[in-house]
Nanobody
Framework: QLQLVESGGGLVQPGGSLRLSCAAS????????VGWFRQAPGKEREGVSC????????NYADSVKGRFTTSRDDAKNTVYLQMNSLKPEDTAVYYC?????????????????WGQGTQVTVSS
């Protein structure tokens, strides 16, 4: 059974950076496409980014394009989300999720495994 644990969240000032990690155990993360999602209070969970199994294809929400980058290190069984130029509207709980498919999806219902989430707060 694949288990995912996010880390790297915290409080950062606008314009700052954070790198989130999604560490897997119980299975090989290289068998899964991995997505990052976020959920702000009172809002629905939304897709942020996704990386396919090979790492050769990534997708990003329009709101984070040019600021966020997702990558994977299968040797470390970990996927990363580098977040730069953070804005207050990026404040949310961030989740990583894995799906048993080569391809990405922006729909939370397409994912089979979820981490517990990590809080990101962007505030001065």
């Amino acid at each position: 059974q694949l288990q995912l644990v996010e880390s790297g969240g915290g409080l950062v000032q606008p314009g700052g950076s954070l790198r989130l990690s999604c560490a897997a155990s119980g299975s090989t993360l290289g068998f899964y496409a991995v997505g990052w999602f976020r959920q702000a209070p009172g809002k629905e969970r939304e897709g942020v980014s996704c990386i396919n199994i090979s790492g050769g294809s990534t997708n990003y929400a329009d709101s984070v394009k040019g600021r966020f980058t997702t990558s994977r290190d299968d040797a470390k069984n970990t996927v990363y989300l580098q977040m730069n130029s953070l804005k207050p509207e990026d404040t949310a709980v961030y989740y990583c999720a894995a799906r048993t498919s080569y391809y990405c999806s922006g729909s939370p219902s397409d994912y089979d495994y979820w981490g517990q989430g990590t809080q990101v707060t962007v505030s001065s």
